[in-house]
């Protein structure tokens, strides 16, 4: 099973922040936080991931709460072409198989 | 990133046939590929995990003798879906991790559409 719980669905107004949480309350302290989004009909994209501090990089921000139960990917400006499930998975840093066990995503509409 | 592609983009097959899609990392050589099934308005659910040179490891549930993987390179993992039924219909993806990168994350191919009729 999924170790994180995403909303199902959410709006975002086109030019305006879009902020996506998701839990991990059981997360264990050598796992990563993973974003991944997949348009319609596509394969995953990577966004961005953290362990414990919070990143940011050209497409996104994520912030990890301190005790690292909870984050949230931030699209600061959010476009038409962000129109996507987005994924939020935890994964060891090192393991055998590495293996990503998908939850069931936010739907984010971006609205013109 | 790295690119990982996915061949063909889409098939149509007759039930009962044997439809194979490939999967390869072009940019960098995978040890490990991954394969999984994804239907309409699902989240995408994990097959097995390919390993170069060795046997596949498959989920619980997914059935072994139907779905043949064979990842003979390091750069080129295949999916085999044997005696195909419509139930078999669905969207599958690939990835591959690229141990050049820590903490190893996965690059996904475009994906696979399987309609059996």
């Known amino acids: 099973d999924a170790k994180t719980t995403q909303p199902t669905s959410m709006d975002c107004a086109e030019g305006r922040a879009a902020n996506l949480p998701c839990n991990h309350s059981t997360i264990s302290g050598n796992e990563y936080v993973y974003w991944y989004r997949q348009i319609h009909s596509q394969g995953p994209q990577y966004i961005i991931h953290g362990l414990k501090n919070n990143e940011t990089n050209e497409m996104a921000s994520l912030i990890i709460t301190e005790d690292r139960k909870s984050s949230t990917l931030i699209l600061p400006h959010a476009t038409l072409r962000d129109t996507a499930v987005y994924y939020c998975?935890?994964?060891?840093?090192?393991?055998?198989?590495?293996?990503?066990?998908f939850g069931t995503g936010t739907r984010l509409k971006v609205l013109a | 990133g790295a690119v990982v592609s996915q061949h063909p983009s889409r098939v149509i097959c007759k039930s009962g046939t044997s439809v194979k899609i490939e999967c390869r990392s072009l940019?960098?050589?995978?040890?490990?590929m991954f394969w999984y099934r994804q239907f309409p308005k699902q989240s995408l659910m994990l097959m097995a995990t390919?390993?170069?040179?060795?046997?596949?490891?498959?989920e619980q549930g997914v059935e072994k003798d139907k779905f043949l993987i064979n990842h003979a390179s390091l750069t080129l993992s295949t999916l085999t879906v044997t005696s195909a039924h419509p139930e078999d219909s669905s969207f599958y993806i690939c990835s591959a991790r690229d141990p050049r990168e820590k903490p190893y994350e996965q690059y996904f191919g475009p994906g696979t559409r399987l309609t059996v009729t």
């Open positions: 940019d960098f050589q995978a040890t490990t």
């Open positions: 998975i935890v994964r060891p840093a090192t393991s055998g198989t590495y293996k990503y066990i």
């Open positions: 390919s390993n170069e040179g060795s046997k596949a490891t498959y």
